[in-house]
């Protein structure tokens, strides 16, 4: 099997994989995916992300504290980040952002992890994975004021938009600042208006896929849960149509580009 997919995010430290996680192993062996990117979202699933990533080649990781789950910690947390971000294989700092999509958000407190995360992550000099719910104008505006995004010069650090959910309009807006966007399952779901719409306008060097996986299964197994690593495959193919592309050509682009933007050699 030729491995030429990347599922460069997804959550193989959730626990939905707990029971099966030996068997999404084997079955992620056996499909076309040679790399996978497997995200942090708190404490104890960034370090379970860490040693999963130690165990197989062909995983890497990444650390941070995710909006949604920013709320039970105080500021020492942050040097547990610091601490596992030194780990060999962990490539970013993510997901961080904003998550404003539930009517009780602290935004106070979401904007004070990704403030932090982001300066963390330039103190490091390390990418950064950005989750963006329904917050668009203040995660873009907050890279700004941090001095991560700046206009007519490339990012301090660099930066992806993960299951890019904006519009065709602010998907052209990171592009011209420099920014990663990537294309999860909802790019297949025949009510998506949007996201085909931005898939056709992100340039070549700058698309990445995922799964974000155990969530997001692709069409034609929408609803399917959990979603695993392979099903990446279904996505990287209906991108391939979008952008008038081969599979084996769209394959072999956004896995160039997630090596280039996490820096895996």
């Known amino acids: 099997m030729n491995k030429i997919l990347c599922d460069s995010h997804c959550h193989l430290n959730d626990p939905a994989f707990a029971d099966i996680y030996d ?20 404490l104890e ?3 379970l992300a860490v040693r999963q990533a130690a165990e197989t080649d062909w995983i890497y990781a990444t650390v941070a504290i995710h909006p949604t789950e920013c709320y039970g910690y105080g500021p020492e947390a942050l040097d547990e980040i610091r601490r596992l971000a030194a780990s060999p294989k962990v490539v970013a700092i993510g997901e961080i952002g904003l998550d404003y999509h539930y009517d009780d958000t602290d935004k106070e407190k979401q904007e004070y ?7 963390l992550a330039v103190e490091l000099g390390m990418p950064i994975c950005i989750h963006d719910r329904d917050a668009h104008d203040d995660c873009l505006r907050i890279l700004k004021e941090e001095g991560v995004l700046r206009a007519g010069k490339e990012p301090r650090i660099p930066v992806l938009f993960h299951c890019f959910s904006g519009s065709p309009e602010f998907a052209r807006q990171l592009v011209k600042l420099g920014v ?5 399952g909802p790019a297949t779901y025949k009510n998506s208006k949007k996201v085909p719409e931005v898939v056709k306008e992100v340039p070549d060097d700058r698309l990445l896929i995922e799964t974000d996986a155990p969530f997001l299964t692709p069409a034609p197994f929408r609803g399917q849960f959990p979603n695993t690593p392979k099903m990446v495959e279904y996505t990287c193919r209906k991108i391939a149509e979008l952008k008038g592309l081969s599979y084996e050509e769209t394959a072999a682009l956004t896995y160039a580009n997630a090596k280039r933007f996490y820096r895996i050699p």
């Open 113 to 119: 992890w990704y403030r932090a995360q982001i300066r």
């Open 45 to 47: 699933n960034s370090a």
């Open 180 to 184: 990663y966007i990537s294309a999860a």
């Open 23 to 42: 068997g999404v192993l084997r079955e992620t062996e056996e499909s076309a995916v040679g790399l996978v990117v497997n995200i942090g979202f708190d």
